[in-house]
């Protein structure tokens, strides 16, 4: 785990990981959530509705943006105050998620980093993009 | 800029940030007159106050503006 604080960031820093969808993690995510549509658990119903199979929560996907604050950047001392997030593609079962975050902005005033957040899948198309919005544990 | 110039500004600064096309801001103005006024979004609103003006506040004085007519003070200070 990664422990920058507020001083250590610059603009630029980025950290990444991979992630693969499984069917075990989306079942898990149904649980947890309790989102039954169909548009995640039937692909038959997926496919009649344009896509090629069931499609991946976007928020467990976007989940990935908790991991990526939490643990890597900035890290341990990471206290999330908002997230604005859009899906511009469908992931599917089996991919594979580059997750990515780069510091795009230093408020000293409030001690608050701007994250960018790209999470691609294995064909380098964008399934999320999110900016993230932290704050530091004890530094508030 | 003056202060009513000023004011023009911010309360585009404010209805922005709160969301709220209605809100109309005065010396008087506190987090107690604007339902959706709480920590968080007065993080925002120092950042979208710094950016729209091009000016940097200090910590302490953000955490010690009793109403928006001294935050208008501090700005006047720094444009």
Known sequence: ?140 | MDREALYVKLNEVFRDVFDDDSIVVCDTTTADDIEDWDSLEHINLVVAVEKKFGIKFNMGEVNNFKNVGEMVDAILLKI
């Open chain 1, 1 to 140: 785990m990664n422990e920058y604080k507020y001083d250590d960031l610059y603009l630029g820093l980025t950290e990444s990981f991979e992630y693969i969808v499984t069917q075990e993690r989306m079942d898990l995510f149904r649980e947890l959530s309790g989102d039954v549509n169909p548009l995640h658990n039937d692909a038959a119903f997926a496919q009649s509705k344009g896509f090629d199979d069931k499609v991946v929560y976007g928020l467990l996907s976007a989940s990935l943006i908790s991991r990526l604050g939490g643990v890597l950047l900035p890290g341990k001392y990471c206290l999330i105050q908002q997230v604005q997030c859009k899906f511009p593609s469908p992931a599917y079962v089996g991919d594979t998620l580059s997750v990515s975050g780069v510091v795009e902005e230093l408020n000293d005033t409030v001690r608050q980093a701007v994250i960018g957040v790209t999470i691609k899948n294995q064909f380098n198309r964008k399934i999320v993009k999110a900016k993230l919005f932290v704050g530091f544990l004890g530094e508030s």
